[in-house]
């Protein structure tokens, strides 16, 4: 419960996401793009198809935004930026703001502090929320009562919407408005989880009662057991969700989202690869 409760710290975990780096997140676009082979992605509110040629276009367009994304980085990101707040919040910054100039150290007049702090905290709120859900969800407590199934629908559909939204920024080129637009929508993503799977109210209970998060000292046999009970009773829509959402913010957040996609797996690099490829 310690990880849930205490505030993100980024340098531990570009730490960790470089130890679990054969642990594979879910492939850059494979949730916000999609296949090639679906020839089909339908929109509901514009009832517009992209076909075959589009898709194509798109997974071009998702690609060479990651490698603008890459390039950028390495021109304008220096060490001081890097150890105050972390490669995943700059490369967010990237997207939702105007490109800061090479070598503007020491004063770093051409980066709002404003937006890196709000985009941190963007990023700390995406891990608490992620964190909060598994535990919960671990504990058997997204039950009926408190998930109801009309809270699920609206989730897959925030989460379809979300990524419609994404396709549109991205096919529409690499323009200022554009990469603003996908850091809009994942944290409007975020606002609709966070409200749905009502995680202030859960963590303010982990705050209050002091839940009981340490797993038994026991020995590995006793431990896959206790975990095959829990799973028994964990509800698989909020895991799938999670790990939907987790695939949206890869390409852009990639050190917090392998953390995150480790932790979902039990931090077992193997089976998060198996789960990210199936």
């Not at 935004?65 to 001081?80: A, H, I, Q």
């Not at 700059?90 to 939702?96: D, G, K």
């Not at 709002?112 to 985009?119: Q, S, V």
Request: proline letters at 3%; aromatic letters at 8%.
């Amino acid at each position: 419960m310690n990880e849930v409760l205490t505030p993100m710290n980024h340098r531990e975990i570009e730490y960790n996401a470089k130890k679990l780096s054969g642990c594979d997140i879910p492939d850059s676009f494979a949730h916000t793009i999609g296949s090639i082979d679906r020839v089909k992605c339908k929109d509901k509110n514009s009832n517009i198809a992209f076909n075959l040629q589009e898709t194509q276009l798109l997974l071009e367009n998702g690609i060479a935004l990651l490698k603008w994304l890459d390039e950028t980085g390495k021109r304008v990101f220096d060490k001081d930026l890097v150890m105050d707040y972390g490669t995943d919040c700059l490369r967010l910054y990237l997207l939702f703001e105007q490109t800061p100039k090479e070598n503007d150290d020491p004063f770093y007049d051409s980066w709002k502090e404003g937006a890196l702090e709000g985009i941190y905290k963007f990023l700390g709120r995406y891990r608490r929320m992620i964190l909060v859900a598994d535990v919960w969800n671990k504990k058997g407590n997204y039950n009926k009562e408190m998930l109801s199934t009309e809270s699920i629908c609206r989730l897959k559909e925030a989460l379809e919407n979300t990524t419609v939204k994404i396709k549109k920024s991205i096919s529409r080129g690499n323009t200022m408005s554009n990469r603003h637009n996908i850091v809009s929508s994942l944290m409007q993503l975020l606002n609709i989880f966070q409200k749905e799977l009502k995680i202030g109210e859960i963590v303010t209970k982990l705050h209050t009662h002091a839940v009981e998060m340490a797993v038994p000292h026991s020995s590995i046999e006793n431990k896959f057991e206790i975990e095959q009970r829990e799973d028994q009773i964990q509800n698989s829509e909020v895991t799938k969700l999670c790990q939907e959402f987790i695939a949206l913010m890869a390409p852009y957040a990639p050190s917090l989202s392998v953390t995150l996609c480790a932790r979902q797996c039990g931090g077992n690099i193997a089976l998060c690869r198996l789960h990210n490829h199936s």
